[in-house]
Every structure is written in structure tokens, then in C-alpha cells.
């Protein structure tokens, strides 16, 4: 069974689908036409599905004990498209982060793993995606159950990956354990008191008071955090006083933690909170630290990574292993709950200008479909096979 083949000659299929999900984007959770076009192709193939969550699409392929989840997401991003090309959407809405191409591959998937579902060796799950790009759809999923009846073994994500011309079509990169940095966003409000500048004592200044935070602040990285494990605490913007003259008694910090682990971003968290209310403290004043939003790191299963190394090069994929990257992606969701790795597909057009994902310009070939329908079926067939 050589399924970068039979992904071959499924080539228009997908290109037909991945050109009406572009022309016709939707974001968020509110995706009418994109559900519709889905289960309308899975009608056609014969493959049983059911909605789940606020906006997602669960379908089921195979019988048996195991059972691996793929997938897609397919959500777009509020912007006017400025790609160029004929089928660009005009709605305000833009695929430029390739949320249509993954549920146009993982179609292609579905219909391959349909042809051999006798062989199968379990029950593959393919999960179509909302609202990626909003941090929310992959843990409405979970929430709604996704990950149970029958409860999945291990999950598979693919995204492409364009912007650079090391993103060649048929090269692939993947992480094993950390792949993507937490990112938090915290606030802490430093309260004082305001009093006339000529008479200070009576005040308690809440700008000296943060200032003397940041300073604290830079302890946690520099002296409690080893040196050869990376992470960011960040003070990204401040915002204190009234006056010249007037010894301010507010000031707002905001700031910014990110980094490998679940255990580390606990213990930074905790550590940007101490230090801010004891520095607050220490100078009469008060510090009241709040956290705004904020979604784990995405640790890909080691033993799951080195299957979807394997079974990349069986479909001809260059697949290289990588350092963690500082970027995010919501299947850390689903990463949280079962072994999981994200795969990341070269998709960069050669000959043309390239833009990075999330630019109302970027264009990707419709060349790496194959190759993502191809690695989904393998990892699939041979993580059941195991
Ligand atoms: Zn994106
Ligand atoms: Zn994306």
C-alpha cells in the first residue's frame, strides 16, 4: 500500500476542497459553509460522523481496541485577503495560516483510510477543528468528549508551514517533548498613595514601587531558573503617575511569561506573584496580581514523535527533529490529555515572493496536500499497527 500514491491521485479532490474552504472563509466557531462542505464530502465517501462540541466535526473510520485521533483545524483569520490568487476570498475573512488545506488533507485522508478500512487495525478519528486561531476550539472539543468513545491511544496534528524557503514541499519538522512555549499574559496593579510632589513622605509611590519589581523581576530568570533552560519574563508595558508634580499612587504592569513546561510556567507564575506583592510590601505599598490568559506548552510524546518520524519517510517526507519554538497552537489542548506530536509540513511556493502565516498576502502550494493526506494515513495505520 503505497499511500503517498493513493494520495497522489486524489490530488484535485483536494485542491477542489481546500479552494472552496479558501474562497468561502469562516472563523471562530462560526463556520455554516465550511461544516456543511465537510460532511457533505464525508457523506459521499461513506464515512460515519458526528458534530461535536459548539462547531467541530468528529468522524470515525476502522473498528477495534486502539484508536488514534488526526487533526485539522480549519478556521480562518478577520482580515481582507491580498493574496492574488483567483480563488481569494472576499468576505473579510482570510485563510492564511493553511486552516483550509488541513481539513482539505485530512478529506483526502479520510477517503484513503476508507478504501482500507478492512486492513486497519483499530479506530482512526478524524477531528475537524474550529476556532484554532482564537485559542478555543481544541479544548471545546476535549471538553465535549472527543478524546473518549473510544478513548484515544495517541494524536496526530498536522499544520503547513510557509514563509521561508527552508518550508521546501515534502520536507516535514516535528519536536520530541517540548515543541511550542507556554505564553501568559499577567497584570499586576501596584497601589500607593498619591500625594503633592513637594511632600513625598505622605505619599507612597507605586512607580518607585515598580520599578523596583522589574529589577526583582529579573532574579527569577537570571538565578532560579537554570542556564541552559530558556525562558521569558517579560515586563511588556507600564502605566503609573498623573503628573509631573504628584507622587504617583498607581501603577499597571503587564506581563509577559513564557516557557518549556507545565511545571516551569506554574513556578514562574507563582514567582512573578511573590515577588510583586513582597517588593509592593516592603515599600508600604500593595501589589494585586492578576492573570489574564495564558495556554500550557505543547510537549509532543517522544515515542509518538519518533512514530510519525518513521512513518513520514515511509510516504517520502524529509522529516527533520527541531528545537521548541516560542510560537502556540491550541492542540496543546489535546496534547495535555493524550500522547500526542504536531507535524509540521514545508508548503513554501518556490519562484514567488513569501510572506509569513497570519499576512493577508501569504500564498502556500497546493503540492504538500498529498504529502499531509499521506503522512496522516501512515501515522494512522502504522501507530495501530504497533
Ligand atoms: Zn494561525
Ligand atoms: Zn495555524
Do not use: W
Not at 481546500?18 to 456543511?36: K, M, S, W
Not at 513556578?267 to 516592603?282: P, S
Not at 516560542?326 to 513569501?354: H, K, Q, R, W
Amino acid at each position: 500500500m503505497n499511500f503517498l500514491q493513493q494520495a497522489n491521485d486524489l490530488q484535485s479532490f483536494m485542491v477542489d476542497a481546500r479552494r472552496y474552504l479558501h474562497q468561502n472563509a469562516e472563523i471562530g466557531f462560526d463556520l455554516p459553509l465550511t461544516l456543511a462542505y465537510i460532511e457533505d464530502k464525508l457523506n459521499e465517501m461513506g464515512v460515519s460522523f458526528q458534530r461535536i462540541g459548539k462547531a467541530g466535526i468528529v468522524a470515525t473510520v476502522g473498528q477495534g481496541d486502539k484508536c488514534v485521533l488526526l487533526r485539522a483545524d480549519m478556521d480562518a483569520l478577520p482580515m481582507m485577503e491580498d493574496s492574488g490568487v483567483p480563488f481569494a476570498s472576499t468576505n473579510g475573512n482570510t485563510h492564511s495560516c493553511g486552516h483550509d488545506m488541513h481539513p482539505a488533507m485530512l478529506l483526502g485522508a479520510a477517503k484513503i483510510l476508507k478504501k482500507n478500512e478492512d486492513s486497519l487495525n483499530g479506530v482512526v478519528k478524524l477531528l475537524f477543528q474550529p476556532a484554532e486561531e482564537i485559542l478555543a476550539g481544541a479544548a471545546d472539543c476535549v471538553a465535549a468528549g472527543v478524546l473518549q468513545n473510544p478513548k484515544v491511544d495517541a494524536a496526530f496534528g498536522a499544520h503547513i508551514m510557509t514563509g521561508d524557503p527552508a518550508y521546501k514541499v515534502g520536507t516535514a519538522f516535528y519536536s520530541r517533548g517540548p515543541a511550542l512555549y507556554s505564553g501568559d499574559a499577567c497584570k499586576i496593579e501596584v497601589i500607593g498613595k498619591a500625594a503633592h510632589g513637594s511632600s513625598s513622605y505622605q505619599g507612597i509611590d507605586a512607580i518607585n514601587i515598580a520599578a523596583h519589581i522589574v529589577l526583582a523581576l529579573n532574579e527569577i530568570i537570571s538565578r532560579e531558573i537554570p542556564a541552559d533552560e530558556h525562558s521569558v519574563v517579560l515586563v511588556g508595558k507600564i502605566n503609573g503617575g498623573l503628573t509631573v508634580n504628584t507622587t504617583p499612587g498607581n501603577c499597571v504592569m503587564e506581563v509577559s511569561v513564557r516557557t518549556t513546561t507545565q511545571e516551569k510556567r506554574e513556578f514562574l507564575l507563582k514567582r512573578v506573584q511573590e515577588i510583586a506583592e513582597a517588593t509592593a510590601k516592603v515599600f508600604r505599598g500593595e501589589a494585586v496580581f492578576t492573570h489574564v490568559y495564558g495556554m500550557g506548552p505543547l510537549v509532543c510524546d517522544e515515542y509518538v514523535a519518533d512514530c510519525a518520524g518513521e512513518s513520514m519517510a515511509k510516504v517520502g517526507i524529509d522529516a527533520k527533529v527541531v528545537p521548541t519554538s516560542s510560537g502556540t497552537e491550541d492542540f496543546t489542548a489535546i496534547a495535555a490529555e493524550v500522547p500526542a506530536v504536531m507535524i509540521n509540513l514545508g508548503a513554501s511556493p518556490e519562484g514567488v515572493e513569501l510572506f509569513p502565516h497570519h499576512n493577508p498576502k501569504m500564498v502556500a502550494d497546493e503540492a504538500v496536500m498529498p504529502y499531509g493526506a499521506a503522512a496522516y494515513v501512515q501515522c494512522a495505520v502504522d501507530y495501530l499497527n504497533k
